[in-house]
């Protein structure tokens, strides 16, 4: 069997499920059929978002404000149909940042280098020119609403801060002038913030303060013990799994059930978004629960063989 998975890399990777745990990175959309526990949270966000100019999440660093936006939030919403997104994270200057989210395709490496530096330019010119690229990439679909997703707002009072608080500043001021706008005058945008809460303090400083009004908050808090147990169970259910007893798979033992509810070894479920990888998101235990299946699936193929 070794000589023909050697010869049938592809026969291998088809027998053995992906694993289906991100461990410390954040699902994106391509993960949305493994991503659990959040269901209620998903589209109580989705119908704010409809709604609302701006939505500000808030939770703690770790506690899966990522992977809500990109693995629940944006799939539901363009299952609904008529919206197109933009999604960034400040980093040093969040004009560039918006600006390299905003290139069209096809352009040379040139091209590009000079349209980012033209975006970026325009962008800064508080509120006209911000209004007017968000205008200009949202033209060739007139009638959709365009979400704008800032992601790790915390950023914009740490790096971009520190690079040039006067851009920082101006961002800030962009921001609110886009959820001011008339939407009858200017394109349909819907503003996003993802912030960590222990920068909720320095949020209140400054232009930002409005962003984190109580009315704007959507609270991202830890999964209950149900959410727990599908965010963690599920996905492997889903990759051909199921067939493994639920309760006796190599990661069991993080399990403590009691009337106050759902202990585990690690402190965030591996579905929540950046979760520690003492868990079941662990390469170790997935092997050792999907591994049993493909050793079957390759013992009967071999047997078929003789």
Not at 122 to 141: H, I, K, N, Q, Y
Not at 144 to 171: C, S, Y
Not at 253 to 258: A, K, L, N, V
Not at 261 to 279: D, I, L, M, Y
């Amino acid at each position: 069997m070794r000589t023909l998975f050697a010869a049938c890399p592809e026969l291998e990777r088809g027998w053995r499920p992906r694993n289906p745990y991100k461990g410390l990175s954040a699902f994106e959309p391509a993960d949305r059929a493994n991503f659990f526990g959040r269901t209620a949270l998903i589209l109580q966000l989705a119908d704010r978002v409809e709604r609302e100019r701006l939505v500000t999440l808030i939770g703690p660093s770790g506690g899966g404000k990522s992977s809500l936006i990109g693995a629940g939030l944006l799939p539901v919403l363009a299952d609904r149909g008529g919206w197109r997104f933009i999604r960034i994270r400040p980093g040093v200057d969040p004009f560039d940042a918006l600006a390299g989210a905003l290139l069209p395709s096809g352009l040379t490496t040139a091209q590009r280098v000079e349209e980012r530096r033209r975006l970026s330019a325009l962008s800064t010119e508080v509120p006209a020119g911000f209004m007017a690229v968000l205008r200009e990439w949202s033209a060739d679909t007139p009638g959709t609403r365009l979400l704008l997703v800032v992601d790790q707002f915390e950023e914009l009072f740490t790096n971009a801060r520190a690079a040039d608080p006067a851009r920082a500043r101006a961002f800030a001021v962009a921001m609110g002038a886009l959820v001011a706008a008339d939407p009858a005058a200017e394109v349909s945008v819907r503003l996003l913030l993802a912030l960590r809460a222990d920068f909720m303090g320095r949020a209140m400083d400054g232009p930002t303060a409005p962003f984190i009004a109580p009315e704007r908050q959507c609270q991202v808090g830890p999964l209950d013990t149900e959410d727990l147990k599908a965010a963690i169970l599920e996905p492997a259910a889903a990759r051909a799994c199921a067939s493994a007893p639920v309760w006796s798979t190599p990661w069991s033992p993080i399990w403590r059930i009691s009337p106050a509810g759902c202990r585990c070894s690690s402190s965030r479920s591996p579905n929540s978004g950046t979760s520690s990888k003492r868990a079941v998101s662990t390469p170790r235990h997935w092997s050792a629960w999907a591994g049993c299946g493909a050793r079957s699936r390759r013992t009967r193929m071999a047997s078929s063989m003789r």
